[in-house]
């Protein structure tokens, strides 16, 4: 699946509970995407109860997409994040996280999304060496 001319990446549905869903493409085309259960969204999961109705969104930033959660305010005023959470690489995030190609974004707990960077090159410079493992050494060590 390659992004087409202009996108940022693509979104790729590989579970959710509405069967309709999975395996559709999305292609991520504006600075701020946005993913949730309600209709006003760009990319909607109306089946997925576990996702909130604005769950997350995926903004530009400098050329680098970046995914965060949405906070909603509750019945008291509080800042409320969705109740079941925002995942990248089945780590949870509570900061906008930058998206790397090949990620799998997980909104709550079912839906898993497959991510590809239109330019999968870019981001892989800013690694430090402890992101890497001992196999990417040289032998001289």
Do not use: C, W
Not at 7 to 22: E, F, H, K, R, T
Not at 28 to 57: C, E, W, Y
Not at 72 to 100: C, H, W, Y
């Amino acid at each position: 699946y390659t992004p087409s001319e202009g996108s940022l990446g693509v979104l790729i549905i590989q579970q959710s509970d509405d069967p309709a869903l999975i395996g559709q493409r999305f292609e991520i085309s504006k600075s701020v995407t946005s993913l949730g259960r309600k209709a006003s969204n760009d990319i909607m999961f109306p089946k997925d109860s576990p996702v909130s109705r604005q769950h997350a969104v995926i903004e530009e930033r400098d050329g680098q997409l970046y995914l965060s959660e949405v906070s909603a305010a509750d019945e008291s005023g509080q800042a409320k994040n969705p109740a079941f959470g925002t995942f990248v690489n089945d780590q949870r995030i509570d900061a906008p996280t930058m998206l790397r190609d090949g990620d799998e974004i997980r909104l709550g707990k079912r839906v898993r999304i497959r991510f590809i960077s239109a330019n999968p090159t870019s981001g892989d410079a800013e690694r430090t060496m402890d992101q890497f493992s001992d196999s990417d050494k040289t032998m001289d060590n």
